[in-house]
């Protein structure tokens, strides 16, 4: 399946008092990633907010390996693991650039929604997700 590699640089508000990034900030990593993969495959967020569709994170997984630190620069490797009727599951791995180490794992399952109730994956959407 399609992957994508996203650079990013680990900013003071990102840490903790000690200079290390706060054990959120990597679900936020996992956004971006998961955002830009999907850019990449011709899928805007924006596009996907005008028609009403929602893609709400159900259930999320983060195994940390080893501190991300204040300005180091992290590589964002975010994967399609699974196309479903209505859901994406989605792997990731952030590792820092200078010699590729594992920093965390993880994935996260996002529904398609419209409102408060899951839809199928619009026709247009499956058909480039697909493609990947």
Known sequence: MFSSTTEQRVYYADTDHG???YYAS????????????????????GELDREGILLPVVEV?????????????????????????KSI?????????????????????????KGTSSTEIPPDIRKKLEKS
Not at 26 to 45: C, K, N, S
Not at 65 to 71: G, I
């Open 61 to 85: 997984k983060c195994e940390y390996k080893s501190p991300a630190l204040y300005n180091d620069i992290i590589l964002i490797e975010t994967s399609i693991m699974k196309i479903g009727n």
């Open 89 to 113: 599951t989605f792997s990731y791995g952030i590792l820092r650039k200078e010699g590729r180490k594992l920093l965390a794992q993880g994935h996260t399952v996002n529904v398609f929604a």
């Open 19 to 21: 200079g290390v990034a």
């Open 26 to 45: 990597y679900l936020r990593r996992f956004e971006v990633g998961r955002t830009e993969l999907l850019r990449e495959l011709g899928i805007e967020q």
